[in-house]
């Protein structure tokens, strides 16, 4: 039996839009009101966009009923669908917690506001009935100050009984200007002892290799097998994994054809580079993570052989998987007296 991890995937982007539409009918249906029927909703919810930017701002419509109260009613059916439809041993979640509070407090009464929500976080992402090995990345944000991106380090600091990571999100083509800011916050979230990740080399604007030696992994890094292929030696050197989510790249217009992901996997199956296939935004996408091994499967980009590499990389690299091993490799253990004993009887 085949469970697997996924290790990017935004709070935001992976409400499916059914149960979105379902939400907005009960409690918001002025936000609706302009759709006559759910399928026009889910074709404006899931369709492409132009630019990365253009994506980025759904993120908002969800941000917006994203609250305190709500969060646990969206992390259920998330944990739902995410053990029934996709098999996930282990999720990573990630958001920024800030953008969470409410609008109208202040910013040092949202800040202290953050540690309510991760804590709501993980206690809904943990469902008896549901059980995965979840945990939490808190992404700081190109929207938002200093003195917040700080705190939600310090907030991953305090709670990593919940948070396994952070991040830096919001459009990679806006941290030129405040570069300085990125390393420094990244240098003190490592002397903190805490895992790192970033959304970087997504788009041919946001390559920025002096961030590179801080992250443990890279969000995204598609650019650098594409663009920067003389940087995949430090990369595997660094043991850095490339969180790939082939279907973001068309959803976003980086990519026009998914098949120009096959040189992503060549170059960095033959630099000794890592990559976790990852969904980001499985609900905006409308694509679950075995859909998208398929896809990778259907196009000739990968071959099973390296679909397994992929995934027994995600575990690897999983910042809080608690196992040595992948589960497929515990389950066998499990599995082999019965298999024994079928066998004897046949004999
Ligand atoms: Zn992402």
Not at 67 to 82: C, H, K, S, W
Not at 116 to 144: D, F, N, W
Not at 204 to 215: D, E, N, R
Request: with cysteine; glycine share 6%; proline share 6%.
């Amino acid at each position: 039996m085949a469970l697997y991890a996924e290790l990017h995937r935004h709070l935001g982007g992976s409400v499916v839009p059914r149960v979105l539409w379902r939400y907005f009918e009960r409690h918001s249906s002025e936000l609706i009101s302009r759709f006559a029927e759910y399928p026009e909703f889910e074709d404006f919810y899931t369709r492409p966009r132009n630019t990365l930017d253009e994506y980025l701002e759904l993120h908002t419509l969800v941000e917006s009923v994203q609250t305190v109260e709500t969060l646990p009613y969206f992390i259920y059916r998330l944990v739902r669908g995410a053990y029934i439809f996709e098999n996930l041993a282990y999720l990573e979640l990630r958001y920024t917690p800030y953008l969470r509070t409410p609008e109208h407090l202040s910013q040092s009464q949202r800040i202290d506001k953050m540690a309510e929500i991760v804590k709501v976080v993980g206690e809904a992402s943990s469902q008896p009935e549901y059980p995965i090995v979840t945990s939490q990345i808190l992404c700081m944000h190109t929207r938002l100050p200093y003195e917040v991106n700080k705190a939600i380090i310090d907030l991953a600091g305090q709670n990593k009984n919940y948070v396994c990571g952070i991040d830096v999100a919001g459009g990679d083509s806006h941290y030129a200007d405040r570069l300085s800011e990125w390393i420094s916050l990244y240098e003190y979230a490592r002397s903190l002892g805490i895992n790192t990740t970033g959304h970087f080399y997504e788009t041919p604007s946001g390559c920025y290799p002096q961030l590179l030696p801080y992250l443990m992994r890279i969000g995204h890094g598609i650019q650098i097998p594409l663009l920067y292929p003389e940087l995949l030696p430090d990369v595997a050197r660094r043991g850095q994994c490339l969180e790939v989510c082939p279907t973001t790249y068309i959803q976003t217009g980086t990519l026009q054809d998914i098949r120009q992901l096959k040189l992503v996997f060549d170059r960095c199956f033959d630099a000794g580079v890592d990559i976790a296939i990852c969904t980001d935004n499985a609900g905006l996408h409308n694509v679950r993570l075995p859909f998208e091994y398929e896809n990778l499967l259907t196009y000739d980009i990968i071959n099973f052989e390296q679909l397994q590499a992929c995934q027994d990389a995600a575990f690897r690299h999983a910042f809080a998987w608690p196992y040595g091993e992948r589960p497929a490799s515990l389950l066998n253990e499990l599995l082999q007296p019965e298999t024994t004993k079928v066998l004897a009887l046949k004999d």
